[in-house]
């Protein structure tokens, strides 16, 4: 049962990939065929085919590759995950959703929930979340937004 919850995992971390990598190619081919070059900055925080801040969706994105997705809504900036375990910690596991408010790239556009249960005697318990884990992926997520922005506008 592990095994194959962990295969399911996987696959739907590769269907997920191959979603956001569609989503960018059908992006890229509607760009053709229509002249010069935008004149606007391309790395500015609302240049974006989703409904959120583009830099922040994909820091979020890779923020929490490592665990199994649920749902993932661009449009409404939301990325919910299943639960993970750690296998050096197998009887704790966390779930963790991401929601960005805003197409501009600020602290107050993102939010982070998580929720933490620990197993006793074969039963999931739910257990706090420290505030500094919360505070901790935001700070990850902000982070990496700012250092794509800046990699997207050619500043080192």
């Not at 004149?39 to 890779?62: C, F, K, P």
Request: glycine share 8%; net charge positive.
């Amino acid at each position: 049962m592990i095994a194959s919850n962990s295969a399911r995992a996987h696959t739907l971390r590769l269907l997920g990939r191959a979603g956001l990598m569609a989503l960018a190619v059908l992006s890229l081919a509607a760009c053709g065929g229509r002249g010069g070059r935008p004149s606007a900055d391309l790395a500015a925080s609302r240049v974006t085919t989703i409904g959120v801040n583009s830099y922040l969706w994909r820091a979020s994105l890779e923020a929490v590759s490592f665990m199994p997705l649920l749902q993932t809504d661009s449009n409404g900036g939301v990325i919910v995950t299943d639960w993970y375990a750690n296998p050096n910690n197998p009887n704790e596991r966390m779930k963790v959703t991401v929601t960005i408010l805003d197409q501009d790239l600020r602290a107050d556009a993102l939010r982070v929930a998580a929720s933490r249960q620990t197993n006793q005697n074969g039963v999931w318990i739910d257990a706090p979340v420290q505030a500094a884990t919360v505070q901790k992926f935001e700070d990850v997520i902000l982070t990496k937004a700012r250092d794509l922005r800046r990699q997207a506008s050619g500043v080192k």
